[in-house]
């Protein structure tokens, strides 16, 4: 999987510019992506049932690392619906990838 952004990364904005932001595009999932993603979702038992999470967290000095997998919902957590299944969001991963596509 591909995961691109559009944006410049930054941590200092602030949680409730992410809850503004969840009624824009947070994420975008190519149909490719999609299609493998239920592929992957249908091959694992384990992820039946649960949302595609994607995160951002910071990595070696002001980088950012990504990443994906199925996991279990938090309180907290914005709701994407696409087409078979959801993803969720933190919010304070919704701020830095806030535009990303992910592809295949």
């Not at 999987?1 to 595009?25: D, G, I, P």
Request: hydrophobic share 35%; glycine share 6%.
């Amino acid at each position: 999987f591909f995961f691109s952004s559009r944006r410049r990364h930054t941590r200092s904005a602030s949680v409730s510019w992410a809850r503004r932001c969840v009624q824009e595009t947070v994420i975008t999932l190519t149909p490719r992506a999609l299609m493998e993603l239920k592929k992957v979702q249908t091959n694992d038992p384990s992820s039946e049932g649960r949302p595609l999470r994607v995160y951002a967290e910071g990595g070696c000095c002001s980088s950012v690392d990504y990443g994906m997998g199925f996991d279990e919902k938090k309180s907290n957590d914005y709701t994407l619906s696409f087409p078979e299944f959801s993803v969720v969001v933190d919010p304070e991963s919704a701020e830095v990838i806030r535009g990303a596509i992910i592809d295949y």
